[in-house]
């Protein structure tokens, strides 16, 4: 693949694939993912992380155990348990991993 | 964009922008969507559908509704409620719509 800084031209060969998204973060839909570090938490992410388009989503992951400071934040989006994806006004509770009244305790 | 198809040779501009991906359903990682119509179900569809990366997964959504032929092979992949993502060995339960038994009812 060649690629010119100064013109912005790329001349690109197979297998190489030309994607019209613009990968700036200022048209990026921002996502927080919350967990308290537990099993079903990790295997969340972990699923998470993979099958996000990143090319779309910012994803930032929020450890609520090691972020305290964060929970009212968490709990005003919505998130009753963790883990969980906040992606604007939606949120989706993945598995259980534990109640926000465990994360505070 | 200027883009010869004998050749595989692509010449683009700003701001198209380069993916290594191939996007050959033959490398994608197959995901099932499984739900029940329901409106939890359709909302969790929809944030799923735009979160996905396409160029990795190809997602394929069940209606266990619509066809409960296919519940069996949900219950086995570790479906316990709708709506769900199964990622190969992995079931990401998202948020509460119904639980299989409601679905079979």
Request: aromatic residues 8%; contains cysteine; glycine residues 6%.
């Amino acid at each position: 693949m060649y690629y010119s800084e100064s013109t912005d031209i790329f001349i690109v060969s197979f297998p190489y694939y030309i994607c019209p998204e613009l990968l700036n973060p200022n048209t990026m839909t921002k996502a927080v993912f919350y967990h308290a570090g537990c099993p079903v938490c990790i295997n969340a992410e972990n699923r998470i992380t993979e099958i996000v388009d990143r090319n779309k989503y910012d994803v930032e992951i929020v450890h609520l155990g090691e972020h305290k400071g964060r929970i009212a934040e968490a709990e005003a989006a919505g998130v009753k348990s963790v883990p969980a994806l906040v992606l604007g006004h939606d949120v989706l509770h993945i598995n259980h991993g534990a109640s926000m009244a465990e994360v505070k305790g």
